[in-house]
């Protein structure tokens, strides 16, 4: 393999997972995976690992960063994390029953038409507003959302980060950067159980690979919730929306890639 062709492949798909991570909770396994696919030509299953894995670091970054800013709601993350966690394997069961033979790109899809939805309309919810729904109704509202967006990424097999963001703000109404840390959260728990997983099934990955696509998804993830963090809700809206946006069209060009090859 080309160390330089390597390097660049990487630092790109890291850019991608970070900014996508730190600005908006979404899954590293969405940019990395098609792009170590496409580019370097890694066997997928190896290639979802390594995904998965350079998300553990980026996403817990994330949330500390969030945290330490006071916009991450650990009590209803937990609660979310546990009903996510044990509806992915209900949906994955359904799943085997009923193939869903058009369902792989809808969490690509989806990204893409999230990010629009943040530029044409902002979620604008304060702190404030949250804080007046009660903790009983919240954490109610938390179970059937985990139940929701762990089904639903069980039955696809992917969106996780998307579907949370989308709950969040547009069923629970969290304000976005309390949506965002929160989701981080989640995503750091829930990727570091896939990461185990894939590598436990399918061996040890391509280590200068896996250790490129660890750092630069960390990095990136730590510049995008920095700035994050730091921006009025309006800016972070539009900077977030545009980060979706590209990171939707260029995945979307990579699927397309991988399935003319």
Partial sequence: MNWLWMIVVTFFAGMGAGLG??????????????MLITFLGMDAYMAVGIALSS????????????????????????????????????????ASLIPPATMGGFSVFMTFLLGIKF??????????????????????????AGVMIGFICGFIGAGGGMMMLLILTSVLHYE?????????????????TGAVSHFAIGGAPNWPVWVLCVVFTFIWARIAAVFANKAEPKTLNRATGIVLVVLGVVVMGFTFLTRAA
């Fill in 21 to 34: 991570t730190g600005f908006a909770g979404m899954s590293a396994a969405a940019v990395i995976s098609p």
């Fill in 55 to 94: 998300d553990v670091l980026a996403s817990a970054v994330s949330a500390y960063t969030y945290g330490k800013n006071k916009n991450l709601d650990i009590r209803n993350g937990l609660i979310m994390m546990g009903s996510v966690l044990a509806f992915t394997v209900v949906g994955s069961y359904v």
């Fill in 119 to 144: 530029i044409v309309k902002p979620v604008m919810t304060t702190k404030e507003a949250m804080g007046a729904v009660s903790p009983k109704k919240r954490a109610v509202q938390s179970l059937i």
């Fill in 176 to 192: 976005l950067k309390t949506a965002v840390g929160t989701s981080v959260f989640i995503m750091a728990f829930t990727a570091f």
